[in-house]
């Protein structure tokens, strides 16, 4: 009745890994990212990987010497700057209404240095309770939610809100009664 269709996969041959050709993979993406220099280590490494696994004869640590090499040309060239990237991302946390704590994770995550995330955090007037408020009024939650719901979805909104990184008493008072904003 059912005819079933044998697919055969075919592996994808990667081109040779080359110093030159790492220049234009990492140029190519910094191109399309902003990005920190941890995260395009790790980006033009994952190449090296995967070119390595299919080439076993293939000498990974020279590999990882031309990329160092390129990563430093970069920030001497300022194409790579850690403190860019996170005085951007930072902006673009805040204004998306994300916590403090949210922020310094995430920059975490890409690399960035945790000195240069608070010099950034501590120069700036961020608000924690608006961003709070901003964020339970996008996922409407909160005081945002329709007041006979309010009550009934308190835990729910409060665990909502902490687990976008604010505090207690951030997550109570957004979770109190009803304000304008």
């Known amino acids: ?24 993979i990492a140029l190519y993406y910094l191109k399309r990212y902003e990005t920190s220099v941890a995260n395009l280590r790790q980006v033009l490494q994952k190449r090296v990987n995967d ?13 990882y010497a031309w990329i160092e090499e390129i990563i430093s040309d970069f920030r001497r060239f ?3 700057n ?7 991302k930072i902006k673009d946390y805040q204004a998306m209404g994300k916590s403090t ?3 310094k ?3 975490k995550e890409k ?3 945790d000195e240069i995330v608070e010099r950034i955090l501590s120069e700036q007037d961020y608000d924690e309770l608006a961003a709070a408020l901003k964020f339970a ?15 009934e979805y308190k835990q729910k909104d409060m665990a909502a809100l902490a687990r976008a990184g604010f505090s207690y008493d951030i997550v109570s008072e957004v979770c109190q009664a009803e304000v304008d904003f």
């Open 105 to 107: 994770n995430k920059l």
């Open 111 to 113: 690399g960035v240095a």
């Open 82 to 88: 850690d403190e860019r990237f996170a005085e951007l």
């Open 78 to 80: 300022n194409y790579v």
């Open 137 to 151: 009024k996008k996922k409407r939650i909160g005081r945002f939610r329709p007041t006979d719901k309010q009550a």
């Open 1 to 24: 009745m059912f005819e079933t269709q044998e697919k055969t996969f075919k592996k994808k041959v990667l081109k040779k890994i080359t110093a030159q050709r790492l220049k234009n």
């Open 51 to 63: 070119y390595a696994y299919q080439n076993k004869e293939f000498d990974k640590k020279e590999a």
């Open 101 to 103: 704590r949210y922020i």
